[in-house]
């Protein structure tokens, strides 16, 4: 009767630990969700194609066959996530909020499935919480993950493939869901992040039992997993012909990986080097992680964490293409290796030298930079919420710091609370989204181009990007040209809209023109058409 009574405590207490682990993250991921607009490139496009989704009727086919900018075929990836942001704008209207929400949610759902995974791997219920509650503080994963992206999403489809795999190895019935979190991830993001992740998870079930190798429900379950994926990609091919292909798993797939996208090529160690910018302080405690799977490489938590980091840091490092979310799916895979390292260092009492002096530094950077913008602040009114932010992150690292010199163990729970705070308060600031500064804000843009263009007008303009985010916000769609093209759109007998800068004005001699919306000297990018339309 005892041993049922610890078994009925044991299984409350996980149903508990996943409860809370998913508030906590779901807390944390919507918080301040629609205070900023939607970033170029991968939000714009995908709230682009959800919206059409949205406004189309049933009859149009558009869930099936998604398009962009009005009719344009949308052959990037598979509609998912596109689906869900639908249902969104169906249940909640249109808004950087409802856009978000569904991919905040998933990415917050893979929270407490990494703990699952870690129940099943580690002996010691603590580095299951570290593992889960390190992977809900890194800034990386909850800032990416929040987003209108597609790799929080991924990372949720792993950890529940992952999870079922490691359930099967009692009861083989779990294998059939391992190939439904494979057949969403190809859902998600394409057959060829199927193939990656799928190709992870049976090297990994090949080390560790490869007796599952020969099992019919992991197999059948790969196949039912991977059907709808096979399906839509057949009914693209039926619909729009050899095209779809050649872009679809030509120029958006096969292609990345030995050729630059859009000039997003970096070296090898890359993402190495994204790691170590945006992974502290639990970067800190990545080494003796390591060094601990190493040595205890006959240990399923060992195979799963080497085999997780390290085949997938390979596959990205090696692509030509590097775009920084590529990383996010790793994260869980390094959070294994901390969660061992804090356990370990919780079971011990002592922590390695290394630890006390990066942890210190840590404070000392953070010192450091809540001084600059405090001084920032009070001479000429700068930012006080990243003020705020580090000056709490200095305090609690050097309390932190304090406590590994004196070899207390509770740094663990000092850093992991401050750090969920800082979160916290950076996602209900203005600063957690800072690509937004990268270029001219799109909302005040769009705001004059939606009220003074035709529905569905084609806007020219002498910036040289795609402003997804813009094409959005306006619901036009926007061509950046050259001065010799803009100068001969100019010249049509109808009316033309250019979106220019006082500069592009002044260099193409574009006279008579007229500016809408705005007076000449409000904003940099003006909206101007002929003076005779």
Known sequence: MGSWRDGDKLINSDRLCFLGLFVAAVFLYTSGLGNLPLRDWDEGIVAGVARNIWRASPGEYTWLYPTINYDQPYWNKPP???WLIAFSYRSFGVSEWSTRLFPALLSAL????????????????????????????????ARHGRLAMLDG?????????I???????????????????????????????????GGIAILFIAWDSPGLLGSSYLWSGLILGVTPAIAWYILQYLHYGSEFLGISLGTQTFNRIWKPVNNASS??????LEIAKYSLPWLIFVPMGIKLAVENRHQTWSKLALTWSGVYLLAISLMRTKLPWYVIPIYPGLSLFIGASLNTAWQKKRSPYSWKICLSLVALICWVGSGIYAWGYFNSGSNL?????????????????LLLWRSSAYFI???????????????NSNDWLWELNEAFPVKPVAEVIKKNTPPRQS?????????????FYSDRVFTPASDDKLQQYWQQNQPVYLLVDRDAIERLNLKPYKTLGNEPNDVTWQLITQTDY
């Open 153 to 161: 999403a991924i990372a949720c489809w792993f950890c529940l493939a």
């Open 413 to 427: 729970p000092v850093t992991i609370a401050s750090f969920y705070l800082a979160l916290l308060l950076l996602f």
């Open 267 to 272: 070296p090898p160690w890359h993402y190495l």
């Open 459 to 471: 806007i020219y303009t002498a910036y040289p990007n795609f402003r997804p985010s813009l094409e």
């Open 163 to 197: 999870w079922c795999l490691l359930r099967g190895r009692k009861s083989p019935r779990w294998l059939l869901s391992a190939g439904l979190g494979i057949g969403l991830i190809c859902l998600t993001k394409g057959i060829m992040m199927g193939v990656l992740l």
């Open 110 to 141: 893979a929270v407490p499935l990494l703990y699952k995974i870690s129940r099943e791997i580690f002996s010691s219920h603590l580095a299951a919480i570290f593992s889960a509650l390190v992977y809900l503080t890194l800034l990386p994963v």
């Open 80 to 82: 998912l996530v596109h």
């Open 385 to 401: 919420d990243l003020t705020i932010i580090l000056l709490i992150v200095a305090i609690s690292s050097s309390i932190a710091a």
